[in-house]
């Protein structure tokens, strides 16, 4: 009788992380959970206007001009800037093209879809009965691939959805979720390297996962 077994795996935002450093972690298209049957991503957070203050000082008429650039003139809105723009149809889709993105593009490699994509994609979603917002306030996306696989994406609550990307075999799961680079800073992730794994020769031991992207086993101080 196969073992089932499940585990964590944590990957760094932003995109732009070569594929080896998800691709190490991502046992899911190394065959460890045997095929993959499907897989979940949750992208949810809530922090859309109504639920949390405006971030940051207002802006100029100028500033606001500027911040539109090519997008439809607007009137100032305070909750259409920084952070929150993303909940508005002129600039952004909302956290599925927010988190929901890098989610996305994990998915797509460790499935090996890269050079492919669903062949049908199906969708509900609500909207905030007092129009706080213009994106969906909850969506549930299925994106369905040739080979049967589906890939279900939305902005439930974390209890349904937990942010991340759930993969499901035959043999376990696996979760894998990131760590935003603008939530926490790359150079506290080196002080926590070398916290964890600097020896007493001043070496740093590079940890497993991340060893195929560094290309060593170890980093000796130069001199």
Same mark, same amino acid.
């Given at each position: 009788?196969?073992?089932?077994?499940?585990?964590?795996?944590?990957?760094?935002?932003?995109?732009?992380?070569?594929?080896?450093?998800?691709?190490?972690?991502?046992?899911?298209?190394?065959?460890?959970?045997?095929?993959?049957?499907?897989?979940?991503?949750?992208?949810?957070?809530?922090?859309?206007?109504? *639920?949390?203050?405006?971030?940051?000082?207002?802006?100029?008429?100028?500033?606001?001009?500027?911040?539109?650039?090519?997008?439809?003139?607007?009137?100032?809105?305070? *909750?259409?800037?920084?952070?929150? *723009?993303?909940?508005?149809?002129?600039?952004?889709?909302?956290?599925?093209?927010?988190?929901?993105?890098?989610?996305?593009?994990?998915?797509?490699?460790?499935?090996?879809?890269?050079?492919?994509?669903?062949?049908?994609?199906?969708?509900?979603?609500?909207?905030?009965?007092?129009?706080?917002?213009?994106?969906?306030?909850?969506?549930?996306?299925?994106?369905?691939?040739?080979?049967?696989?589906?890939?279900?994406?939305?902005?439930?609550?974390?209890?349904?959805?937990?942010?991340?990307?759930?993969?499901?075999?035959?043999?376990?799961?696996? *979760?894998?979720?990131?760590?935003?680079?603008?939530?926490?800073?790359?150079?506290?992730?080196?002080?926590?390297?070398?916290?964890?794994?600097?020896?007493?020769?001043?070496?740093?031991?590079?940890?497993?996962?991340?060893?195929?992207?560094?290309?060593?086993?170890?980093?000796?101080?130069?001199?």
């Amino acid at each position: 009788m196969s073992e089932l077994w499940t585990f964590q795996i944590v990957d760094f935002e932003p995109p732009a992380v070569p594929p080896d450093l998800v691709g190490y972690g991502v046992e899911a298209r190394d065959g460890h959970i045997g095929d993959v049957r499907g897989a979940s991503i949750g992208a949810f957070r809530n922090i859309t206007p109504g *639920f949390t203050k405006p971030v940051g000082s207002p802006l100029s008429p100028a500033q606001w001009d500027m911040w539109l650039g090519p997008a439809p003139q607007r009137p100032y809105n305070q *909750f259409r800037v920084h952070y929150l *723009f993303r909940f508005f149809w002129d600039y952004s889709g909302g956290q599925v093209t927010n988190f929901g993105a890098h989610h996305l593009d994990i998915t797509q490699w460790a499935l090996g879809m890269d050079e492919s994509g669903p062949t049908t994609i199906e969708g509900t979603a609500t909207y905030n009965k007092d129009h706080w917002f213009e994106t969906p306030e909850k969506c549930l996306i299925t994106y369905t691939y040739a080979n049967g696989v589906k890939v279900i994406c939305g902005n439930q609550d974390k209890a349904t959805m937990p942010g991340g990307c759930t993969f499901v075999g035959e043999k376990g799961t696996i *979760f894998v979720h990131t760590l935003n680079g603008t939530a926490v800073a790359v150079s506290r992730a080196l002080i926590a390297i070398l916290e964890n794994f600097q020896q007493a020769d001043g070496s740093v031991v590079v940890p497993e996962p991340l060893r195929a992207w560094v290309g060593k086993d170890k980093l000796v101080p130069l001199g």
